[in-house]
């Protein structure tokens, strides 16, 4: 609000912000995703998922690649990689998540990665959390990948593929919510190690796998 001009305006601060001629789609971008405005966020990104290299999907990508399947034309194969990183600007954010709940049900084996600013949530945010594993939103500045200068959260959606093995899907598991939970409690501290507790959610269905076939065994 100060940026934007409206805090001043009280005090008669007529120059500031919009009231100084600056277009209102600056300080509030709903047509720029989490990395075209700060970045670092892909570096964040690849810093803790399984794929070190993962590239986020374009929005021609959403319709094949996000699916789990190459470009091949005529008959499209499916692709090697299980992990997808969907960052959608906020205004097409309903659009992309749409797509991904396709692609959930067709390939409940593939793992996705969701992020965006909070922004336009009132479109998108309750999809989110009907997919998602995990929803986390990380205040501005508590990362040093989004710093005070982006002003709203940034929102982080994991969808982790459905386990061999109950109770399948993990959402609701007790160790899932544990290192949710200690996550959540970082921010007021900013103590910036949220990524081996990212990494432990990415690799969570893995290690519940395996934990199952040494009790089995």
């Not at 990689?81 to 692609?103: D, I, K, M, Q």
Request: include cysteine; proline fraction near 10%.
């Amino acid at each position: 609000m100060i940026q934007q001009g409206t805090d001043g305006l009280s005090r008669g601060l007529l120059t500031n912000g919009v009231f100084g001629g600056q277009p209102m789609a600056l300080h509030v971008p709903l047509h720029l995703d989490a990395i075209a405005r700060h970045p670092p966020v892909l570096d964040w990104i690849r810093s803790w998922s399984p794929d070190h290299t993962i590239t986020p999907l374009t929005p021609v990508q959403w319709y094949v690649t996000g699916h789990g399947l190459t470009d091949a034309q005529p008959f499209p194969e499916e692709s090697a990689g299980t992990w997808f990183a969907w960052v959608p600007a906020p205004a097409a954010a309903r659009h992309a998540l749409e797509e991904l709940a396709t692609s959930r049900h067709k390939r409940p084996f593939l793992n996705h990665i969701f992020v965006c600013p909070w922004l336009f949530t009132s479109r998108w945010r309750k999809l989110l959390y009907k997919l998602a594993d995990v929803v986390l939103d990380f205040p501005a500045g508590s990362l040093p990948c989004w710093p005070l200068s982006m002003h709203e959260p940034l929102i982080l959606g994991l969808i982790l593929r459905f386990a061999t093995v109950p109770p399948w899907q993990l959402r609701n598991h007790h160790s899932v919510l544990d290192l949710v939970r200690a996550l959540r409690e970082m921010w007021p501290y900013m103590l910036g190690n949220e990524r081996p507790l990212l990494r432990q959610l990415c690799q969570f269905p893995t290690t519940l796998e395996a934990l199952q076939s040494s009790v089995a065994w």
